[in-house]
């Protein structure tokens, strides 16, 4: 489980660049640097939601789990942002997936 965790938190914080990214480049680059590192935190605790020791499901229950911790953590940063930036909360609930997708990917490799 210490793995999966390590993994998930490198993947949030991969994930957090592609979005800082986006939303530099969305905001005609004037993203200022809280909201920008903010934004790349709320990715790296997508990422520990994620990775946290949940209990082995099938794949499609894996990925919906992702996909809502995602929304969760996601909506935390969208509602502190007074709902300005629907392309990020969107971004948040799909980064959860692939990180879980990614988890259990490697997971399955392992066995």
Partial sequence: MKSRIKVA???????GLVCVAGAYVRSGFTASPVFVFSLWYNRVIIGLAVGAPWEITTRNKSLLRGALLGLAVS???YSSTGFQDPVSF???????LILEAWL???ENSNN
């Fill in 104 to 106: 259990g990917r490697s």
């Fill in 90 to 96: 969107v971004a948040g609930i799909l980064y959860g």
């Fill in 75 to 77: 909506f935390a940063f």
């Fill in 9 to 15: 938190l490198i993947g949030g914080a991969l994930l």
